[in-house]
C-alpha cells in the first residue's frame, strides 16, 4: 500500500463529517464527481469500505470511524508542523499563551513575571479566546502554551495541574434563590447557562451546539443581572468581580474546577518549559498543597444584593 496523501485525507474528512458527497464537495470547493472517485480510490488503496452509500444516506464505517479520528489528528499535526514552522522562521519568535480572560485564579501576573526572569523567557504573545479555544490552538500549532480549566481533551498535549478550586453560581441578587446561602443543582433545574445551555449539567460538559455563544464577562454578567441566566464561574472569579446585581452562593454538589498549563506532547521549546516552571512555582507558592485555597465565606442571604464575597487564600 502506498503512502496517504494530505489530499486524501482531506477529502475523506470532509465526505465524513458532511456525510453528504454533494456538500462536501462544496465545502471543498470542488465538483461532486471527482470527489466520488478520490474517495473509491482511497477504499481501494486502503482494501477496506469507508462508507456505507445509498441514495438517500451516506455513513461511516467501522474502518471509516477510525481512520476519521486518526485523520484528524494527522491534519492537525501537518498544519501545526507548517504554524511552527513559519513561527521559528519569524525574526523574533516570541511564546504564544492560549487562555481565557479570567480564568488564571489570579495567578498570571506573577506567572508572567516570574517568567520573564528567566534566560530563556522570549516576549510572551497573549492569544484571548472563548472556552474550547484553546486545545485546537495547540493542536494546530497557532499556540505554544495554554492556561486553561479542566475538563478538556488532553490527547496529544502534556499538563501539569495548578490549582483546584471550587465554583459558586452566579445570580441575580434579586432571585429568589439568592435568600438561601447554599444551593443544590436541583434547586438550579430548568435554568440556563449564559450559552443556553442548561444548566443541570453543571457547565462543564460542553453542549454540541451553543444557541448563543457568549465571549466575554461583560455580556455574561449582563445576562445574569437581567434574570435570563445563571453561571458556574471558578471562586477566583467571584472573588475578583463584586457586582451589585449579583449574588455568589455555594452549590453543595458543583464538581470544582483545576487550572491547568499545557503544552504540545515532545515539545522540545526551551521557552515552554521556562513558562511551566514558572506557573507551577508561582501556583504553588500561593496555593501550596497544606492550605484550602479559595475558602469562601458568605455574608446573611437576608440582603443578598449586599452580600460580600471573602476569601481566605493568599492574595494574587
Known sequence: MSDLEVRQLRYFVAVAEELHFGR???????????????????ERQLGVQLFERTTRHVVLTPPGETLLRDARTALDAVAAAAQRAQHVGLHAPGLR?????????????QIVETYRLDEAAVPVEFMLGGRGEQVPALHQGRADVALLA??????GLDIEPLVTEPRLVALAASDPLAAQATLCLADLAGRLLPDGAPADHDGLVLPSE???PVRDLAQIFNLIELGDSIWFPPASVARRHHRPGIAYRSVTDLKPTTLAVA??????????????RAATAVAAANYPPESVPFAETFTSPVHPEAAELRSTAPSS
Open 210 to 212: 451553543t444557541p448563543r
Open 150 to 155: 479542566t475538563p478538556f481533551d488532553d490527547r
Open 24 to 42: 462536501a464537495a462544496e465545502r471543498l470547493g470542488m465538483a461532486q464527481p471527482p470527489l466520488s472517485r478520490a474517495i473509491r480510490e482511497l
Open 263 to 276: 503544552w504540545p506532547q515532545n515539545c522540545h521549546s526551551l521557552a515552554v518549559a521556562a513558562f511551566v
Open 97 to 109: 499563551l492560549a487562555l481565557k480572560a479570567d480564568y488564571d485564579a489570579g495567578l498570571l501576573p
